[in-house]
């Protein structure tokens, strides 16, 4: 049977028995998120902020972008994961205006990056399914793009595998879009989903997140060892370039480096870091000019 959550009073919670106490305040909290996020999108408070993750080329050592990744300080709640205020803004309708302003805080970093000379360094932003099979997305990307005078070559779109599952020919359609654009685009989470390995060929994607999981296993046992890099040969073969995700070791660098993976993001080098960190990391010369 379904319960409507319509008619729930969360103060007195009496005549509704059947939601228990933890319920409550579940609902309650994701009230707070909800209304903390849409009074950040209609009066630009900062409650909702991007950090950035460099990403390393592991043949040189060199950042050669950063991934990012959004934030909210709650007033009410203090730091809420983008796991839960993500969830809450897909089911209040929010996820929209939410992901917008997430490209434009992302276009802005890449713009202050080329006003520092930086202007080789990508940005890649995470889509949520619904942005991506919304009519107006590619419009908006484009005008972000355009509004901040950014190069769309250093945007980077990152999407998951479950958008494809119903909506492959269309959403393929539209990363081709993105591509001729100039905008590249990476697969995320590879691995953990139904994967997409057999329509990887025909799949409009410069970049495939090895997702941490596999970067977990490495080196746990020979047979796991083979699955991670038997995915970056596969991708390879696909003319596409592996980021690693969530490398914590040393150890596991080392494997993804002689296993050929071009580019790594972890714990081992950088946290997600804050716009003014991430400047200084790569204004210190840690970057390829020209
Ligand atoms: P994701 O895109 O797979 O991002 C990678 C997650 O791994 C991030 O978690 C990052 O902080 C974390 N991470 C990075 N390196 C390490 C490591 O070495 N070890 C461990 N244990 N974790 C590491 P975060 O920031 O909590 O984000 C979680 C997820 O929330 C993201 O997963 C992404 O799916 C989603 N997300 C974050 N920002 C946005 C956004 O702006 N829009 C959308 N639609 N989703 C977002
Ligand atoms: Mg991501
Ligand atoms: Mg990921
Ligand atoms: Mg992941």
Request: hydrophobic share 40%; proline share 1%; with cysteine.
């Amino acid at each position: 049977a379904t319960i409507s959550l319509d008619n729930v009073d969360l103060n007195t919670g009496k005549s509704h028995m059947y939601f228990s106490k933890a319920m409550a305040e579940k609902l309650h909290r994701e009230d707070i998120i909800e209304k903390e996020i849409s009074l950040c999108l209609d009066n630009g408070t900062d409650a909702i902020y991007l950090n950035f993750q460099p990403q390393l080329h592991l043949a040189t050592g060199r950042v050669v972008g950063f991934e990012a990744l959004a934030r909210m300080k709650s007033l009410e709640l203090g730091n809420v994961s983008p796991a839960e205020f993500i969830d809450v803004a897909e089911r209040k309708q929010l996820i929209i205006p939410l992901g917008n302003l997430v490209l434009k805080k992302a276009c802005s970093f890449l713009s202050v990056l080329e006003k520092n000379g930086l202007s080789d360094l990508r940005v890649a932003v995470n889509v949520s399914g619904i942005q991506l099979i919304h009519e107006d997305f590619g419009s908006s990307v484009m005008e972000a793009v355009v509004d901040s005078g950014i190069r769309s070559e250093n945007l980077e779109l990152e999407i998951t595998e479950s958008v494809l599952l119903d909506n492959f020919t269309a959403v393929n359609k539209s990363l081709k879009d993105f591509q001729e654009n100039g905008i590249r685009i990476a697969l995320d989470d590879f691995g953990t989903g139904y994967s997409s390995f057999l329509r990887l060929n025909e799949l409009n994607v410069n970049y495939l997140k090895l997702d941490r999981y596999f970067v977990g296993m490495v080196a746990t046992s020979d047979r796991n060892d083979y699955i991670t890099s038997d995915i970056i040969s596969m991708a390879h073969k696909f003319d596409l370039e592996v980021i690693a995700e969530g490398v914590e070791t040393v150890l596991q660098r080392d494997f993804l480096m002689e296993n050929g993976c071009d580019i790594m993001q972890g714990y081992l080098f950088s946290k997600p870091l804050s716009e003014k960190d991430a400047l200084e990391l790569v204004r210190d010369g840690n970057t390829v000019t020209a």
